[in-house]
């Protein structure tokens, strides 16, 4: 199950956040510490990390972290492709996405996001069906 | 980024054309709030903007009429402020109502909002169910997806039954998009309610073989969930599962799902997992499986990330389920090859599913040590942690000591806590199971103790505590065993900063087995422990396993050492109540060696304790206490019974004692409420009226007073009546029983007069219908002939009143209102006053308008005389208002200062009102009633000599010829009045003897009051008070009197609370308080009190409290206040009139007063007048001008110029006050004021 998703970046500005269950602590000192933490490691190491009691899986890219916060019953190199399949969802929409993308659309990267991950389980992961909602709404509206 | 930021603002306008992304421009404010922040340098400027930002968007919402386009814009910047931590809380509404009312985008951004401001348990949710069930209803397929999606992130389980129905409808939806969502929201509802989904089973079956994998594969959510629940249930679904495993790797799904050339990868980990469940243990079922995970191992050859994580997964299950070697032999292999790859990643998962082989096949491992090797060594943390794990399944007896090595290293250097606990459990798992020697066994758990401290569990301590005393069967072992520990233990105690848990593991050791130490003394061990103790930031359980470990060694030394009964002694007074237990114990044992060791047995901490429960050791105390009138004991059945008992008897006391069960008697009806409803012209009936309201009223009453109206009135000031409110009137016959005097009733029914006078409209006089005394708390009188009285005593007022009534009245009312200020005054001085009221009636003079008014003030002021409970405030008026009736009766008299002059002439005149004296109403209380019938004869010639009388008994108390007024106060309690003998003031004590009354002898040589003041007093004490007025101080001389005959009472502490401006000393030293310890019966103990003052106050007072202990020892306190006057503190000054001019101009402070007083006065009668009032020194009187000095207690200096000049019937005095302070100039034109008025 996953816990939540974010995106920071390498100055540890947070992104995009998205909780998939009700966070008790402080987030934004917890997604300090994690940023940190994740900052602090090298290329070659695991992309796994042990942070309290559940797991991150992260991956840069670029100045982009995708850091998904994960239980330990999950496949942690599946939930690192998970990360690969968002970004090539998001540079299909956003085509060539970067970070300012992500930045100045916030309501359609959330809304992404929202079609492939519901209550924290992977649900849709066919890129075209993913965004088939959003590009209905564009359609729709223009 | 600023390259990053160029790029962006080249390529805005295309951003705002749409042709990039988001099909939609980005709002201005957006884009420089994005601009900014990308440009912020420090965390502090973002902070800043992002405050700005939230401000603005607050502003912004406020206002009305917002477009949804420009709603959605800034709902967007509140998801981006929320995400960055921000409280947003005002935009939640709006973004509901976006939600609801907005377009596709709109809403949808409104939706988005929602989930991301709000949780489950929010109160806000509330609102969206009926939004989301719109659009769940709606036609837009949009709109059912958004409804979906929120669904799935903000339901709570009070909401599913609302949307249950509707959400199982989807599932039907031609849309797979909407039974995907529909399927999600269910598992949702699964997750939150279980029991609420439980009749939809059959339909996620049928979901499952959706014909749209998409939705198929949403489904396999809910299957992993519910067969994680329950397995059984779901193992015929093994076979589905395994086929659409199948198919799936099959390649029957379309090219979409395909992601680098693996077919939905993530469908194919999801069945392997679930697939994994239903085969674990499972022979049956794992046997369906074999061939797909065959396949499926087979298939993912694939040089990507995705391929190695279905590879990883299968590999996972086919160690999960019932071991196939064919399959572990391929699943092993491809381990090989994840540990081989250089990705650390991939050898991550390496370790982690040889991990999960090792309990299938064993030996797996030891082909790949080498690589297990480099792994530990891996400086990246996380592989080390995972291998880690892999020893730690590896763990057998041979490498326990190095992997638990391994650990302890790894558990030393590490500082995350939750890798510290979970290393601890590990080890002392090891540890336990794999120990090869106990003395390893102790050794690693005291490192463990050491690094893990707070971490490990209590029950690894008392584990190892019990492998140490229980042992095993060999005995030498045992032995060396617990040699070892206290060896180790003795070493460990001498270092710092040991953690709690070792210090108690290492105390009990050593006190149960330091016996076995050959070469060491018990003593130095003692002094180990010993200095253990010193440290007292452990917890009290540990230093209460230090204590019971000294005791022990104690015992087993048979004596104990000084050092030890010394810090007991210290530690027999600490606060910890459990350590003082065991520090009393010791020291009580140390007395009885032998018991010691019987108590602390050398190695017994395996035998059982014989308990005694019936406690046959403790008989002999019980008999012994029994026999001396202990109360035996009650079992608690017993005892419970009783309280209970109690309670009902407590109960029903408390019900029926004092309360008066007794229903009301019915209210007497109309004669009296015609009576009193008379209107105020008839008032020539008026005299007659009350009479017969009186008669009727009074008739055929029982002994409670009622008024005319057949209430029970007593106690009620003011009572409601068709006239108003008038005010209560005394009763006259428990007035009578409460003074000494027999004046109160004349008092009381001249005061009736007033009253009414003063309430009625206008120039008449109504009668008013007799009432109740308030406060009374005398006997009652035969209600009869009260009543009677009352009759005649109406038709005499009325008769009376009529004529002098005029002039009284609105004068009375303004008086009244404004004098009524809670004095209360002793029944004697009400007496004093009715009198005067009496005379002023009497007198008929409208001209003394004034002096009367203040009369009836006086007289309406000591109206509440009779609430004896009350602390009596003296009003120094009194006798200046005798004084001053005085004056008003006689129209050129002097004003003597003594008033037994006063009282002379008053009989004078009064005697040529009057026809009769009646000289029997100087009887006393109980002759009340000969007293009433009397007035009424007397009160037709409208005059009494009853208040002269009065006024001459009181002048008969006051000691002539003193130049002073004397105060009078009366006792708060009416027994002490009762008990007053009317001849004296003197108290008597209870046998009869009098009290000595004499002053110290020092203070006898000054003027002083002779009379005393009681203050306060009740059957038993009683306190008086003695006025000596030295030059420098005013002293005050207390008589604590105890007159009973029989009673001591002890701890007699009064407490004198004067005015602030005074200071009190008591026996030479500044206090306010005397203490005595015990007053025998028919005794009294005298004290001063000297009070000096800086100053005057405007109302200067002597208050305090009496309290003591009486025979039973119950506290008692009574409360006096006693007013001080203006002249107890003024002193005379002699000056002569040439100083007296000297220092006329040098005072500062003056003031001027023009009194007009209504007769003739001579200088001369007012400086007499202000010499008794004031205590000035008359300096000189020259024609019609006076001059006087005085000073206050020896401080400041007073002057005082009068003039009168004289007109026909009036004076005018001019009042001429200078004084070096103002506030003390203030009072003395204030006393001026009201002497003369």
Redesign the interface.
Same mark, same amino acid.
């Not at chain 1, 070659?44 to 042990?50: A, G, M």
């Not at chain 1, 996405?97 to 993308?101: F, N, S």
């Not at chain 2, 990039?20 to 939609?24: E, I, T, V, Y």
């Given at each position: 199950m996953l816990k939540f998703i974010l995106l920071v970046n390498k100055q540890g500005?947070?992104r995009? $956040?998205?909780y998939y269950e #009700?966070p008790e602590h402080d987030?934004?000192s917890v997604e300090r510490d994690i940023i940190r933490k994740c900052l602090a490691r090298e290329d070659?190491?695991?992309?796994?990390?042990?942070y309290?009691?559940f797991k991150l899986v992260y991956r840069r890219y670029a100045s982009l972290y995708f850091i998904v916060g994960v239980d330990h019953?999950e496949?942690?190199? $599946?939930i !690192?492709? !998970?990360i #690969?399949?968002i970004v090539e969802t998001y540079d299909k929409?956003?085509?060539k996405?970067?970070?300012?993308?992500i930045?100045?659309? !916030?309501?359609?990267a959330?809304?992404i996001l929202?079609e492939m991950v519901?209550?924290g389980?992977?649900?849709?992961?066919?890129?075209?069906?993913i965004l !088939?909602?959003i590009r209905?709404?564009?359609q $729709?509206?223009? | 980024m600023t390259e990053?930021m160029e790029?962006?603002l080249a390529s805005l306008p295309m951003?705002m054309k749409g042709e990039?992304?988001?099909?939609?421009g980005?709002s201005r404010g957006? @884009?420089t709030l994005?601009k900014a922040?990308?440009e912020s340098q420090s965390k502090h400027e973002?902070e800043r903007i992002m405050k700005k930002e939230v401000s603005y968007l607050q502003q912004k919402l406020t206002q009305p009429d917002i477009s949804n386009k420009h709603m959605?814009e800034l709902l967007?910047r509140l998801?981006?402020c929320n995400?960055?931590?921000h409280d947003i809380t005002f935009g939640y509404i709006h973004a509901l109502k976006l939600a609801q009312q907005g377009?596709?985008?709109e809403k949808?951004?409104g939706y988005?909002a929602v989930?991301?401001f709000l949780?489950?348990?929010h109160e806000l949710i509330m609102l969206l169910i009926n939004t989301i069930q719109k659009d769940l209803k709606s036609t837009n397929i949009?709109h059912v997806?958004m409804g979906l999606?929120a669904v799935?992130?903000l339901i709570s389980t009070e909401m599913i039954p609302a949307l249950l129905p509707m959400v199982e409808d989807k599932l039907q939806h031609p849309k797979e998009?909407v039974r995907?969502?529909a399927i999600?929201a269910l598992?949702?509802f699964y997750?939150k309610a279980p029991n609420m989904v439980q009749h939809i089973h059959e339909k996620f079956r049928k979901v499952l073989c959706d014909r749209d994998p998409?939705v198929m594969?949403?489904s396999l959510?809910i299957f992993y969930d519910l067969i994680k629940e329950d397995v059984e249930k779901h193992r015929d679904l093994t076979n589905t599962f395994a086929c659409i495993m199948k198919q799936v790797i099959g390649g029957k799904l379309t090219n /979409?799902?395909t992601?680098h050339s693996v077919p939905?990868?993530?469908?194919q980990? @999801?069945l392997l997992?679930i697939l994994g469940m239903l085969g674990a243990g499972h022979k049956k079922n794992s046997e369906q499986m074999y061939a797909v995970l065959d396949e499926t191992l087979d298939k993912s050859e694939i040089n990507h990330?995705?391929g190695?994580?279905?590879l990883?997964?299968c590999v996972?299950t086919v160690t999960a389920i019932h071991p196939n070697p064919a399959l572990l032999e391929k699943a092993a292999e491809r381990i090989g090859r994840f540990l081989r790859s250089h990705s650390?990643?991939l050898r991550?998962?390496g370790i982690t599913a040889l991990t999960s082989m090792l309990p299938v096949l064993p030996g797996v491992a030891g082909e790949h040590q080498l690589v297990v090797i480099e792994c530990l060594d891996d400086? /990246?943390e996380?592989?080390q942690?995972k291998t880690l794990e892999l020893l730690y399944r590896m763990t057998g007896p041979t490498n326990v000591t190095v992997i638990c090595d391994r650990l302890i290293s790894h558990l030393s250097t590490t500082a995350d806590t939750?890798?510290q606990s979970d290393l601890v459990t590990k080890i002392t798992q090891l540890a336990e199971r794999f120990a090869p020697s106990n003395e390893w066994f102790i050794t690693t758990m005291n490192q463990v103790f050491e690094l893990g401290s707070d971490l490990v569990p209590n029950d690894v301590a008392q584990n190892l505590l019990l492998l140490l005393a229980e042992g095993t069967d060999n005995e030498s072992e045992d032995a060396e065993l617990r040699l070892h520990a206290v060896q180790s233990y003795l070493g460990l105690v001498e270092r710092p900063h040991l953690p709690d848990i070792l210090v108690q593991v290492s105390c009990w050791t050593l006190g149960e087995y330091s016996y076995l130490l050959t070469d060491v003394e018990p003593q130095a061990v003692l002094w180990r422990l010993l200095s253990l103790l010193e440290q007292d930031h452990r917890s009290v359980e540990t230093m209460g396993s230090v204590f019971t470990a000294i005791c022990k060694l104690c015992a087993q030394m048979g004596r104990v050492p000084e050092e030890v009964v010394s810090v007991c002694e210290r530690y027999v007074s600490c606060l910890d109540v459990d350590l003082r237990q065991r520090a009393a114990e010791l020291l009580e044992l140390q007395t009885d060696v032998p018991l010691m060791q019987t108590v602390l047995p050398v190695d017994a901490s395996c035998e059982d304790l014989q308990i005694d429960p019936s406690l046959s050791f403790l008989d002999e105390f019980v008999s012994d206490a029994l026999a001396q009138g202990a109360a035996p004991y009650k079992p608690r059945q017993q005892r419970q019974s009783e309280t209970l008992a109690m309670a009902e008897d407590k109960a029903q006391a408390a019900l029926f004692s004092g309360l008066n069960f007794k229903p009301y008697d019915t209210p007497l009806v109309p004669p009296s409420l015609t009576a009193s409803s008379t209107p105020p012209s008839s008032q020539s009936k008026g005299v007659s009226e009350p009479s017969g309201s009186l008669s009727s009223g009074g008739s055929g009453e029982s002994s409670d007073k009622l008024d005319g109206l057949g209430l029970r009135t007593r106690g009620v000031r003011k009572i409601w009546s068709k006239d108003g409110c008038t005010k209560v009137k005394k009763m006259a016959a428990p007035t009578l029983e409460v003074t000494k005097e027999g004046q109160e009733e004349t008092g009381e029914v001249v005061q009736e007069a007033p009253d009414m006078s003063s309430y009625s409209g206008g120039a008449h006089v109504e009668p008013s219908t007799v009432v109740a005394l308030p406060g009374q708390h005398s006997n009652d009188l035969p209600d009869l002939q009260e009543d009677r009285r009352k009759q005649q005593l109406a038709s005499a007022l009325f008769s009376g009143l009529q004529q002098g009534g005029t002039a009284q009245t609105s004068r009375g009312r303004g008086i009244l209102k404004t004098s009524r200020r809670g004095k209360t005054r002793g029944p004697a001085v009400g007496n004093l006053l009715e009198g005067i009221d009496s005379l002023e009636l009497s007198s008929q003079d409208p001209s003394n308008t004034t002096t009367r008014t203040d009369i009836l003030t006086s007289a309406e002021t000591h109206d509440n005389l009779f609430d004896l409970e009350n602390v009596l405030q003296l009003d120094p008026i009194g006798p200046g208002i005798l004084k001053t009736s005085s004056n008003s009766t006689d129209n050129a008299r002097h004003v003597e200062s003594s008033l037994e002059e006063d009282f002379e002439t008053v009989e004078k005149d009064s005697k040529g009102a009057t026809d009769s004296r009646q000289s029997n109403m100087l009887e006393k209380t109980l002759n009340s009633q000969q007293n009433i019938e009397k007035l009424p004869n007397n009160r037709t010639e409208q005059k009494t000599e009853e208040p002269c009388d009065s006024l001459q008994l009181q002048s008969e108390d006051l000691v002539i010829g003193l130049d002073r007024p004397q105060v009078l106060l009366t006792s708060t309690s009416t027994d002490s009045i009762l008990d007053r003998d009317n001849d004296t003031d003197r108290m008597k004590f209870d046998n009869g003897t009098e009290v000595p009354t004499t002053l110290p002898e020092c203070l006898m040589e000054f003027p002083h009051s002779v009379e005393h003041v009681e203050l306060c007093g009740d059957e038993i004490v009683r306190l008086s008070l003695c006025k000596v007025w030295k030059p420098e101080e005013f002293v005050v001389v207390l008589f604590m009197t105890n007159h009973s005959s029989n009673r001591v009472v002890a701890d007699v502490c009064a407490k004198l609370e004067p005015s602030s401006n005074f200071q009190c000393y008591i026996g030479g030293t500044e206090s306010s308080c005397i203490v005595e310890e015990k007053i025998a019966p028919c005794s009294c103990s005298v004290h001063s009190a000297h009070l000096t003052c800086k100053a005057p106050a405007l109302s200067m007072h002597l208050g305090g409290e009496l309290s003591y202990k009486d025979h039973t020892l119950t506290n008692r306190r009574l409360f006096f206040t006693c007013p001080v006057q203006l002249s107890d503190v003024v002193r005379s000054l002699e000056l002569t009139t040439e100083q007296y001019g000297e220092k006329w101009p040098l005072t500062s402070h003056d003031k001027r007063l023009k009194l007009e007083i209504s007769k003739v006065t001579k200088v001369a009668g007012i400086m007499d007048m202000l010499q008794g009032r004031l205590g000035i020194h008359p300096v000189d009187i020259i024609g019609n001008e006076a001059i006087a000095s005085g000073t206050l207690l020896q401080q400041g200096l007073c002057l005082l110029h009068v003039k009168v000049t004289t007109k026909v019937n009036t004076s005018t005095v001019e009042l001429w006050v200078k004084f070096n302070s103002q506030l003390f100039t203030e009072c003395i034109a204030r006393e001026c004021a009201a002497i003369f008025r």
């Open positions: 500005q947070t995009l $956040a998205q #009700h987030r934004v070659n190491q695991c992309s796994f990390l042990e309290k009691n019953t496949n942690e190199l $599946a !690192l492709e !998970l #690969h399949n929409y956003f085509d996405v970067c970070e300012l993308d930045m100045f659309n !916030l309501d359609k959330y809304m929202e519901m209550n389980r992977i649900v849709e992961m066919n890129q075209n069906r !088939l909602p209905v709404m564009d $729709a509206t223009q | 990053v790029r962006t951003f990039l992304g988001g099909p939609f980005v957006f @884009q994005i922040i990308g973002e959605k967007v998801v981006y995400m960055l931590g377009g596709l985008v949808r951004v988005l989930s991301l949780h489950e348990d949009l997806c999606t799935c992130a998009v995907k969502k999600m598992h949702r997750l998409g594969g949403a959510n /979409d799902f992601y939905a990868p993530w469908i980990v @999801q997992r990330n995705i190695y994580a279905v990883y997964e996972r650390n990643n991550y998962l400086p /990246d996380t592989l942690r939750y890798l």
